[in-house]
């Protein structure tokens, strides 16, 4: 009886020529994935300890894909909303002094409250002494008055008030501190490993940190999970208790940014995050440790320019695209199609496209029977100043296996083949 045992099952990984597959919509067309590697921009110089004065923190370089930035700036994360890449960053994962920055997580537990309909815009708190004598930034609460949510929400977010976050805390939750077991069950969620809150202002106190990695995190996270709130992040002024304030975010006021939070203390100095979308792109930066005001606006806009100007996000392919046809053993088919299971899009400093290096890795011949959607290798994607880019490869379609005869017909023709 003859058996039809598999052939030996080499491994395929060669390299695919955007020229060459027609299924590889790099853009723009025709330039080929060449093989060259870049080597990644050198680390910047060692974040200073999280205690010291900001403003005695001389500029230094942050680490970005295309290399060393310098900027005054002491922390600092920039980071493409689509895709995730980090664009730059200094002392990302250090452990800060937030300031109003947490005001953002407080903006987030309640904008889930009003989600889950435990909360409603047209709702008023009422306001407590705590809240009435918060210092610091204020929208001037009444005290034994009540505010309606929505003034409270653009009180929080745009004139900074504090006393507006405790008047939400308390309504929410009961008190302060409940409200900031929220915040920091809501941060573990969302994988904010160095965030810790102790009240929902960003009053200073011990034990009380994010880090610039983490803000812009809680920034994608409010963009994506709260569009109809959004809004509130963009608006440039606010008048309430007959005070109008302006926006303390000078990229909003300008129209540069639609988004987010400013913030400063002694400690932390002047902090900034702001995200902008210019021809279908969309930027998240925080940065913090300025020397002023003015420096943090400066710094931000320019921050926000270099990272639209030196950076596209480029689609290499999409979701069903046939990346390469797999050989197929003992199948009614003589190959299998080899798909991608979603879009993948790129972000690469201007002018890489032809520098970025894909392979494809399967293992050859494919064994019948093949049902579509089972893994049968991956692409990978190197040479874009990020890690690897694993993408999953699958089968486009089913392939029956061979009748007994077909299977015998096959062994037997290998067998005459290799005399």
């Not at 205690?51 to 994360?77: E, F, Q």
């Not at 920034?219 to 005070?243: T, V």
């Not at 979701?319 to 009614?332: F, K, Y």
């Amino acid at each position: 009886m003859l058996r039809a045992a598999a052939p030996g099952r080499n491994p395929t990984r060669r390299a695919i020529l955007s020229g060459a597959a027609s299924a590889l919509a790099l853009l723009p067309a025709g330039r080929a994935l060449a093989a060259r590697r870049h080597r990644p921009a050198p680390a910047g110089a060692a974040p200073a300890n999280a205690g010291a004065d900001a403003s005695a923190v001389p500029a230094s370089p942050a680490n970005s894909l295309i290399g060393p930035v310098d900027t005054p700036a002491r922390w600092a994360c920039i980071v493409d909303y689509t895709t995730g890449a980090v664009l730059l960053e200094k002392a990302a994962d250090e452990r800060m002094p937030p300031s109003s920055l947490t005001k953002m997580m407080t903006a987030y537990v309640v904008f889930g409250m009003l989600r889950a309909g435990r909360l409603k815009l047209d709702q008023s708190l009422p306001v407590s002494e705590k809240a009435w004598r918060m210092q610091g930034s204020k929208m001037f609460v009444p005290l034994q008055g009540e505010v309606l949510v929505s003034d409270l929400i653009q009180g929080m977010v745009i004139q900074s008030g504090n006393d507006a976050c405790i008047v939400l805390a308390e309504g929410v939750a009961g008190s302060e501190s409940q409200f900031v077991s929220l915040m920091n069950a809501q941060a573990a969620q969302l994988g904010m490993a160095n965030s810790h809150f102790m009240n929902a202002t960003g009053w200073p106190a011990d034990g009380h940190y994010m880090s610039a990695r983490d803000v812009t995190t809680i920034a994608m996270h409010l963009i994506h999970d709260f569009p109809e709130y959004y809004h509130f992040f963009a608006e440039k002024g606010f008048r309430y208790n007959k005070i109008s304030q302006e926006n303390r975010n000078a990229l909003v006021v300008k129209g540069i940014a639609d988004g987010l939070k400013t913030g400063h203390t002694d400690a932390g100095g002047y902090g900034l995050c702001a995200s902008s979308e210019r021809n279908g792109n969309r930027i998240v930066m925080a940065i913090n440790g300025l020397p002023s005001s003015n420096a943090r606006a400066f710094e931000g806009e320019r921050l926000l320019e270099w990272g639209f100007v030196n950076f596209e996000n480029a689609t290499l392919t999409h979701n069903g695209a046939v990346i390469d046809n797999a050989p197929v053993w003992l199948g009614h088919a003589p190959t299998v199609p080899l798909v991608v299971t979603r879009d993948v899009l790129l972000t690469l400093p201007h002018g890489w496209q032809n520098r970025v290096h894909v392979v494809l890795d399967y293992k050859s011949p494919v064994p019948a029977p093949i049902v579509t959607g089972q893994p049968l290798g991956q692409l990978v994607i190197s040479n874009t100043g990020l890690a690897d880019i694993t993408v999953p490869l699958v089968a486009g379609a089913d392939v029956a296996r061979l009748g007994l005869f077909g299977r015998a017909s096959a062994v037997l023709g290998q067998k005459l083949g290799h005399h």
